[in-house]
């Protein structure tokens, strides 16, 4: 199982990213997928989710409004469009999945929103 992001960068409150995540090594139209973030000192926090078919999402309510998770089940791609990015969104985005009874993680890709 591999999950590699990508997409982050440094941008400008207000401004606009979009992650993405390649999956390779399973099944992934048979999996929920989830985007999460850890901030300097905090614990990793769920961002986002989508379930196999990408018919159903969950956003945390900070990002309510602002983030959109997708997935395209024919390139094995989960995606993380991210708009109004305010300073507090600054983390490292990490995509996850579960697969039996194991969780498998990306490396992460750095995020920071700054002026």
């Known amino acids: 199982v591999q999950l590699v992001e990508s997409g982050g960068g440094l941008v400008q409150p207000g401004g606009s990213l979009r992650l993405s995540c390649a999956a390779s090594?399973?099944?992934?139209?048979?999996?929920?997928m989830r985007w999460y973030r850890q901030a300097p000192g905090s614990e990793r926090e769920l961002v986002a989710s989508?379930?196999?078919?990408?018919?159903?999402?969950y956003y945390t309510d900070s990002v309510k409004g602002r983030f959109t998770i997708s997935r395209d089940n024919v390139e094995s791609t989960v995606s993380l469009q991210m708009n109004n990015l305010k300073p507090e969104d600054t983390a490292v985005y990490y995509c996850?999945?579960?697969?039996?009874?194991?969780?498998?993680w990306g490396q992460g890709t750095q995020v920071t929103v700054s002026s």
């Open positions: 090594g399973f099944a992934f139209s048979a999996y929920d």
């Open positions: 996850n999945t579960d697969l039996y009874v194991a969780s498998y």
């Open positions: 989508i379930n196999n078919a990408g018919g159903l999402t």
